[in-house]
């Protein structure tokens, strides 16, 4: 799973963008300024950082020339400013993409999403958790030598929930991600496909479905 660093001292943007990034599969860690953010970086592994420019301590074009001396990864700069000298001073400091509040967050997502794209080409379909390696494109599961093939929403039912190991996804939640706002189908649909993940999976001990009974399903890590 992608961990995507989201750097901004407004508690509330932070708490927005990290429902929308968390909720489209990814991992978030915050900083409240820039200076934190530069720790959170030396400490952890970041994929990609969201970088608000007027941050206390470091501001967000110091901050991102130092991750561009020590780290190759795509930053996303956010900030209140529209002025083309803004723009321009962000871009010099290395950032790859730049975002004027206030922003849509759906947005957001999609830049977030293509940049990560744009530096692993073709990672963004694979996901692992127990060491069981999801992938979209191939519509595989696969552990050491084992590999499960699976129907088309079978693997992105899969991929979901193992993107978010622990995390109890609601049937009204899945049946948004993957069959989409207009599907009009039973619910029940979602218990069906999950019926035949846990037949495919039976050869993997170290991932399992389990029910939340009143709530939906989440996938656990052996």
Not at 146 to 156: A, G, I, N, Q
Not at 173 to 198: A, M, N, P, S
């Amino acid at each position: 799973m992608n961990t995507i660093l989201v750097a901004d001292d407004d508690a509330h943007i932070r708490k927005l963008i990290r429902l929308y990034l968390e909720n489209s599969g990814y991992s978030v860690v915050e900083a409240a300024d820039g200076q934190a953010a530069l720790d959170l970086l030396t400490k952890e592994k970041i994929n990609l950082a969201i970088v608000d420019v007027m941050m206390p301590n470091l501001d967000g074009i110091e901050l991102t020339e130092d991750i561009r001396s020590f780290l190759d990864i795509p930053i996303l700069m956010v900030t209140a400013k529209g002025e083309s000298q803004d723009k321009v001073k962000g871009f010099n400091a290395g950032t790859d993409d730049y975002l004027v509040k206030p922003f849509d967050p759906v947005e957001l997502t999609l830049r977030v999403k293509a940049l990560l794209k744009r530096y692993h080409p073709g990672s963004e379909n694979k996901v692992t958790a127990g060491s069981v390696t999801v992938d979209l494109d191939r519509l595989t599961a696969e552990f050491e030598d084992t590999t499960v093939h699976l129907k088309r929403k079978e693997c992105e039912l899969l991929f979901t929930l193992a993107g978010s190991p622990g995390k109890v996804f609601t049937r009204a939640q899945l049946i948004e991600k993957i069959w989409g706002y207009d599907y009009e189908g039973d619910e029940r649909t979602v218990d069906v496909h999950i019926k035949r993940l846990r037949e495919q999976l039976s050869p993997f001990k170290n991932i399992i479905i389990t029910t939340v009974r009143g709530l939906g399903y989440r996938l656990e890590e052996m």
